[in-house]
């Protein structure tokens, strides 16, 4: 069976501080990967996704960039953070190829830039 | 365009009384329809999945939804709530119905149960 993991499960930050967040996928092959924020009361807005290493597809322009660096790897990152960048984000994987449209979530890092 | 509208924001049950959480779409093509629950401060969840290949739709955790065409709607039922249900419920819809990277999100329901 696939897992998906996400770390830090939580994060304090100053401004203008870098971030790196990780998701890494278990179980599975070549998975679309993906990026969502979810800001307080505004919903999840996907953010990056990737259906392989080193294609990145970005949805929101922003200070934020995505990297895939191997197959089932996923980071989400920033070189200055900014107050807005706080929320909640969620990476998730996809199977790859036909029907690809269910998508499974990890467990969330919460972002919170001071 | 592509749109999917949770009718809700907030819904309260007592336990042991049916749930009912509303979900409008708009699709152009046959979609694919979701539901994810998301307990605070975790990860969505898949309840179930709509594709075409029945129109009622079981879930776990005694969830199901049934897709009305007609209706345009796609509406999460239980008949018993139970207080590990309370959670919040996102309604999505897979515009293409198949091969797509962009699922659309509705905005939530949170749902409280009351002892």
């Known amino acids: 069976s696939q897992t998906i993991h996400q770390w830090p499960a939580t994060l304090v930050q100053p401004v203008g501080s870098p971030l790196s967040l990780e998701c890494t996928v278990e179980?599975?092959?070549?998975?679309?990967l993906y990026w969502y924020r979810q800001a307080a009361g505004r919903g999840l807005q996907l953010l990056f996704y990737s259906v392989g290493i080193g294609q990145i597809s970005s949805e929101v322009p922003q200070n934020l960039s995505a990297s895939r660096p191997q197959d089932r790897q996923f980071i989400l990152s920033s070189k200055k953070l900014l107050l807005s960048d706080s929320g909640f984000y969620l990476c998730?994987?996809?199977?790859?190829?036909?029907?690809?449209?269910?998508?499974?979530f990890g467990p969330g890092t919460r972002l919170t830039v001071l | 365009a592509q749109s999917v509208t949770q009718l809700d924001s907030h819904v309260s049950v007592s336990e042991g009384t049916p749930v009912l959480l509303r979900c409008n779409y708009s699709s152009s093509y046959s979609p694919s329809l979701f539901w994810y629950v998301q307990h605070p401060n975790k990860g969505l969840q898949l309840l179930l999945k709509y594709t075409s290949a029945a129109t009622l739709v079981k879930g776990i955790n005694g969830f199901e939804a049934e897709f009305k065409k007609s209706e345009t709607s796609f509406h999460l039922t239980k008949p018993s709530a139970h207080m590990s249900d309370a959670a919040e419920y996102f309604c999505v819809v897979s515009p293409y119905g198949g091969a797509t990277n962009k699922l659309i999100f509705g905005t939530g329901t949170l749902l409280a149960v009351q002892p």
């Open positions: 179980g599975t092959s070549n998975p679309n």
């Open positions: 998730a994987w996809s199977f790859s190829g036909g029907y690809t449209d269910t998508q499974y």
